[in-house]
């Protein structure tokens, strides 16, 4: 089971929360051609390793929030605001607040 920290609520079990998928995703313009909306609408990374996905704490605050999150261990090394940059992933760490 996973256990994510929740900015406003504290500590609660998955079942609470709702993944809304990939974060940072910038959404064309209206005048995007058919293939630019297809690859928003249908392509996104799927990384082996750390993951930048948005949340929704549905079943508490209904905030939603990122979270970095790694595919292979569940582990999640950052959770932070939707208004905030996102981190540096590129060495497969995040350099946000670390949790334990």
Same mark, same amino acid.
């Given at each position: 089971m996973l256990l994510l920290n929740c900015p406003h609520c504290g500590p609660r079990n998955e079942t609470?929360?709702?993944? *809304?998928g990939e974060s940072h995703v910038i959404r064309p313009s209206l005048d995007c051609s058919d293939v630019g909306w297809a690859n928003y609408l249908f392509f996104h990374h799927n990384p082996k390793g750390v993951n930048?996905?948005?949340?929704?704490?549905?079943? *508490?605050? *209904?905030?939603?929030?990122?979270?970095?999150r790694d595919t292979i261990s569940h582990n999640i090394t950052a959770i932070y605001s939707?208004?905030?940059p996102r981190p540096d992933t590129s060495n497969g760490c995040v350099g946000a607040e670390v949790l334990s």
């Open positions: 609470e929360f709702n993944c *809304g930048l996905e948005r949340w929704r704490h549905t079943f *508490g605050c *209904g905030r939603w929030f990122n979270v970095a939707m208004s905030e």
